[in-house]
């Protein structure tokens, strides 16, 4: 059983940036295509980007386009989301996802992080 673990959260001022990683252990990103989302307090949770088994491509949600960028590193078995200009309404708990496939599709998602928090003050 794959396990997720993500990092790099924080208190940011509006128009920061914060990079986030997600590092698994006891199995592999490798072949999976990988995801992250968001929730925010009231809301359910939802996709904010996701990238194929080989980086080659990507989805991002409309609100994040030009100000996050998801990559990974196979060979370190860690996906990133590298998040700049952020708002306050990007303020959520985001959580790292592995696909059961390895294309772009949005609800065979089977392996969760715990989460990190990411707050983002005007």
């Known amino acids: 059983q794959v396990q997720l673990v993500e990092s790099g959260g924080g208190l940011v001022q509006a128009g920061g940036s914060l990079r986030l990683s997600c590092a698994a252990s006891?199995?592999?990103?490798?072949?999976?295509?990988m995801g992250w989302f968001r929730q925010a307090p009231g809301k359910e949770r939802a996709v904010v980007a996701t990238?194929?088994?080989?980086?080659?491509?990507?989805y991002y949600v409309d609100s994040v386009k030009g100000r996050f960028t998801i990559s990974r590193d196979n060979a370190k078995n860690t996906v990133y989301l590298q998040m700049n200009n952020l708002k306050p309404e990007d303020t959520a708990i985001y959580y790292c996802?592995?696909?059961?496939?390895?294309?772009?599709?949005?609800?065979?998602?089977?392996?969760w992080g715990q989460g990190t928090q990411v707050t983002v003050s005007s």
């Open positions: 996802a592995r696909n059961r496939v390895g294309y772009i599709a949005f609800n065979s998602f089977n392996s």
């Open positions: 990238i194929n088994w080989s980086g080659g491509a990507t």
């Open positions: 006891g199995g592999t990103v490798s072949g999976y295509a």
